[in-house]
């Protein structure tokens, strides 16, 4: 059974970091793109980084500039460092794996709070 398990979340000062780690087993991490999305309340669950099994990144124009995403592939994880914390940032962050060979094969975590206040 595939599961991304997501930990790092908390209660940050404005202009603070937290770094997000998400581990996935059950899987050739390799092969699948990894994502985090992230959701406020009232919002919809919007990208907020992805990492491609190319090795290339993407992120969301809020966060370019102060977030990075990376992955281990030895450890089966991937990483969200998140630096110049903003009160828009608060939200609950997930992982989320992909790989399209065929058919679909997706999987979410079940989620990490980050709260960004002073």
């Known amino acids: 059974q595939v599961q991304p398990v997501e930990s790092g979340g908390g209660l940050v000062q404005p202009g603070g970091s937290l770094r997000l780690s998400c581990v996935v087993s059950?899987?050739?991490?390799?092969?699948?793109?990894m994502a985090w999305y992230r959701q406020a309340p009232g919002k919809e669950r919007e990208m907020v980084a992805t990492?491609?099994?190319?090795?290339?990144?993407d992120y969301a124009d809020s966060v370019k500039g102060r977030f990075t995403m990376a992955r281990d592939l030895a450890k089966n994880t991937v990483y969200l460092q998140m630096n110049s914390l903003k009160p828009d940032d608060t939200a609950v962050y997930y992982c989320?794996?992909?790989?399209?060979?065929?058919?679909?094969?997706?999987?979410w975590g079940q989620g990490t709070q980050v709260t960004v206040s002073s």
């Open positions: 990492i491609f099994s190319s090795s290339n990144t």
């Open positions: 989320y794996a992909k790989h399209f060979v065929g058919t679909l094969r997706d999987y």
């Open positions: 059950g899987m050739i991490f390799s092969h699948y793109d």
